[in-house]
């Protein structure tokens, strides 16, 4: 295999090795047809069992019950910050905003109708998460929505919200599939796929059947739920290549055993690298408060830019890709996504330890 880097990219994130290898060995000849998956119909016999095993792949890692629809979608998690008003809001809808992500699903939801932002950490630098019993909601709220791990600041939901009554819809980008999720809570679960899940081009949607029902009757068809779930997600020419790489996506992390075997990992790769942060005398400091601490992105900043300028280049050089903060925020965030090696943070820690005693 050619040599592969540590690569701490926020998104599109690594994909792990073997599905690379897979994919790379089928390019040619999906499993033995003679043509590769981007050259068949996707209403081939061809095509049917890989959207199939995506969908399955998803169903059990996540125990998805079946009064829930599984689709495949374009347009990005962007797309969902739209579609999800233009379906379902109404009345007003509530809105917890914990970081930039949840800022812009707001911006376009208020072109729909009435928003209440019910919460946000804008004040404080978005470093926080709410308490449960903080939430208060509008007791009109067509749905809530939330961020359950905002990517840019690194800050994570430790439970999944309730609405109390009101149907809840997330944006779980960039920690679906790192650990168990309790789907019943949730109406809609959304998430671009280019972190844990596949390529970018892919959007998973997870939607109760009920809400379904809701979809307007006059709805433009390629923004229609009803109609893309009606259709099994080929309303018109899905995102094929992206689709089998969900399903070799699936199949990997199956093997891993499963989700919680993924969180375990997840949690000791995390622990390593904020245990790193925490016992570095302040040279790090963590961006998220202790209890908001995002297991997927570490966010924290050095003394200085110039000192994070070059840790970044320093990083490069020693074979770790990706590290630059988000370029709204600055700073540092390392992204250890399921298919990022627990090695790659062992040795990350092994450089900051090095770079903070010669610059500290
Ligand atoms: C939490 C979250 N939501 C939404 C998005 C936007 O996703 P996309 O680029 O697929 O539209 C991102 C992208 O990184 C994200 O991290």
Same mark, same amino acid.
Do not use: C, W
């Given at each position: 295999m050619k040599k592969r880097i540590y690569n701490f990219s926020a998104g599109p994130a690594i994909l792990p090795a073997e599905v690379l290898e897979k994919a790379q060995d089928e390019l040619l000849s999906l499993g033995g047809i003679g043509m590769s998956v981007m050259e +068949?119909?996707?209403? /081939?016999k061809y095509f049917a069992p890989v959207l199939e095993a995506a969908e399955k792949g998803i169903r059990e890692l996540l125990e998805v019950p079946e009064n829930y629809r599984i689709l495949f979608l374009q347009g990005g998690a962007s797309l969902q910050f739209s579609m999800i008003p233009m379906n379902f809001l109404r009345r007003a809808a509530d809105y917890v905003v914990t970081g930039a992500w949840g800022e812009k699903a707001v911006k376009e939801a208020k072109k729909c109708g009435a928003v209440n +932002?019910?919460?946000? /950490?804008r004040e404080s630098g978005f470093r926080s998460v709410p308490e449960e019993d903080e939430l208060n909601f509008s007791q009109t709220a067509d749905y809530v929505h939330y961020c359950s791990n905002e990517t840019i600041d690194g800050v994570e939901f430790k439970y999944d919200l309730d609405g109390k009554g009101a149907p809840v819809v997330c944006?779980?980008?960039?920690?679906?599939?790192?650990k168990p999720l309790d789907?019943?809570?949730?109406a809609l679960i959304y998430a671009?796929?280019?972190?844990?899940?596949?390529?970018?081009?892919v959007t998973l949607v997870i939607i109760r059947d009920?809400?379904?029902?809701?979809?307007?009757?006059?709805?433009f068809s390629m923004l229609d739920y009803r109609a893309i779930a009606a259709n099994d997600?080929?309303?018109?020419?899905?995102n094929t290549w992206g689709i089998y790489l969900v399903s070799l996506v699936c199949e990997w992390l199956k093997e891993k055993g499963g989700v919680p075997a993924i969180e375990k990992i997840n949690r000791e790769k995390a622990k390593i690298l904020y245990n790193a942060i925490d016992q570095s005398d302040g040279f790090y400091q963590g961006h998220a408060e202790k209890a908001a601490r995002s297991l997927m992105n570490v966010t924290f900043r050095l003394p200085s830019e110039a000192l994070e300028k070059q840790f970044v280049a320093e990083a490069a050089g020693n074979g770790?890709?990706?590290?630059?903060?988000?370029r709204s925020v600055g700073g540092i965030r390392a992204s250890i996504y399921?298919?990022?090696?627990?090695e790659g943070v062992e040795e990350l820690v092994e450089f900051m330890r090095d770079f903070s005693g010669k610059n500290g």
């Open positions: +068949v119909s996707h209403r /081939s +932002v019910i919460y946000t /950490s944006d779980a980008s960039s920690n679906i599939l790192s789907i019943e809570k949730y671009g796929a280019q972190k844990n899940i596949g390529p970018s081009g009920d809400l379904l029902e809701k979809v307007p009757a006059n709805q997600s080929m309303l018109n020419t899905p770790f890709d990706g590290l630059k903060g988000h399921n298919a990022f090696p627990k």
